[in-house]
């Protein structure tokens, strides 16, 4: 794709989120419900598929494009990226690691959106530390039978692909070497399953709203002995498998914080040309305008740190480094741009009357998403290290 292609398809999914997305997000939010008319219209526009290769029947486009459309969704609602997201990830280990017949059956179906997939790795006493997950797949024949609870997953009751993490020997040691990664397939929309309990409502959430986070409760679950990822060579590689899915995840973790970095800086600069105090509008107070500086500065360097990572990643390189950084600088500038926005806003920046409140409530996700920015922070200083040994 040339650049002004580029340009051309990123500019027409920004028309259509501020003439389709703008408007309603808010409301959805508010009431988290689930936006079906925008998830058929970004079927439509083959969102699901954006990195997928087209004889899968993708769009085939590469992740720097994928970036910018994710930047753009997450300008109107973060939310939207966050439904994408499990599907994207799912194609993206499916393409690498998956066999053909994983890939041909699957892949398609994911492009169209057809069916919506979730990525499941967090337990509740697992988060950063993946090596800690007690989630068990004992083989059985041939199946495996699964036992264990995993937590925060998005899509988790609508999808009907989950890619799962599990021990396949739980003495293996170090720990890594003993876990394998699943394609486990499901009936999308269903709370009881043998062996899964998806209880729903999912998970409260201070914002993140209009889709559904959950618990999936393994009790004796059994997947064929064909759904671990990449077929029996992928036993014991499961771990290697979902950190490079993590890694990708991340450029669209860290696109979103650009985007909602991008969405307060506009909603900030549109209401301080409009409001009046002491005479003038608030625009042209010094206190305002260093905010507003700083805003645009997070915002333009968010996005691109992201871009480049996401360039990076597209032109086959090693990326661990450069998404740590996107990850860490753009959902922290998410944040810091969230809060001024409110400051900029004042009284309104508190009401649901406005956008600032829910881009508060947003951002803070993108913090922990994904591996926290705790452990980005170590992530990066241990590339850097690796990469410039003394």
């Known amino acids: ?82 439904i994408v997201n499990g599907s994207f990830i799912a194609g993206f280990l499916l393409r690498h690691f998956g066999t053909e017949e994983q890939r041909s059956r699957l892949l398609p179906r994911l492009a169209s959106g057809e069916v919506r997939a979730a990525f499941s790795m967090t337990e509740p006493h697992a988060g950063s530390d993946v090596q800690s997950i007690r989630t068990v797949a004992v083989r059985d024949g041939d199946e495996y039978v699964i036992s264990g609870q995993k937590m925060w997953v998005t899509n988790g009751w609508r999808s009907g692909v989950v890619m799962l993490l599990a021990k396949t020997d739980p003495a293996a040691d170090p720990p890594h070497t003993g876990m394998t990664g699943f ?113 645009a500065t997070r915002a333009e360097a968010a996005r691109l740190l992201v871009t480049e990572a996401a360039r990076r990643k597209a032109g086959g390189e090693r990326a661990d480094l450069e998404a740590g950084m996107a990850k860490l600088f753009a959902t922290e500038a998410a944040q810091a741009n969230a809060l001024d926005a409110m400051r900029i806003h004042g009284g309104y920046g508190y009401s649901p009357d406005f956008r600032p409140e829910r881009y508060y409530r947003d951002a803070p996700l993108l913090l922990i998403g994904e591996g926290s920015n705790e452990i980005q922070q170590l992530v990066i200083a241990r590339r850097l290290l690796e990469r410039h040994p003394a």
């Open 1 to 82: 794709m040339t650049v002004v292609e580029q340009q051309e398809l990123v500019g027409a999914i920004r028309d259509w989120v501020d003439r389709e997305v703008v408007p309603v997000a808010s409301a959805l939010e508010h009431e988290d419900a689930f936006p079906e008319e925008l998830v058929a219209q970004m079927r439509e526009l083959g969102l699901f598929g954006v990195t997928v290769p087209e004889e899968y029947g993708g769009l085939g486009l590469g992740l720097d494009t994928y970036a910018l459309i994710v930047i753009e969704l997450s300008r109107g609602w973060a939310t939207l990226p966050g």
């Open 183 to 295: 394609v486990i397939e499901k009936e999308p929309e269903e709370s009881e399953l043998p062996g899964l309990r998806i209880p729903m409502p999912g998970l409260e959430k201070l914002g993140y709203h209009g889709v559904e986070s959950t618990e999936l409760v393994f009790d004796g679950f059994r997947t064929p002995a064909s759904s671990v990822l990449g077929g029996d060579a992928g036993v014991g590689q499961g771990f290697k498998y979902f950190m490079s899915g993590i890694e990708v995840g991340r450029v669209n973790v860290a696109a979103r914080g650009a985007g909602i970095a991008k969405a307060a800086l506009d909603d900030a600069l549109r209401y301080a040309q409009q409001r009046e105090a002491f005479g003038k509008k608030i625009a042209y107070h010094q206190a305002v305008q260093l905010m507003l500086a700083q805003m």
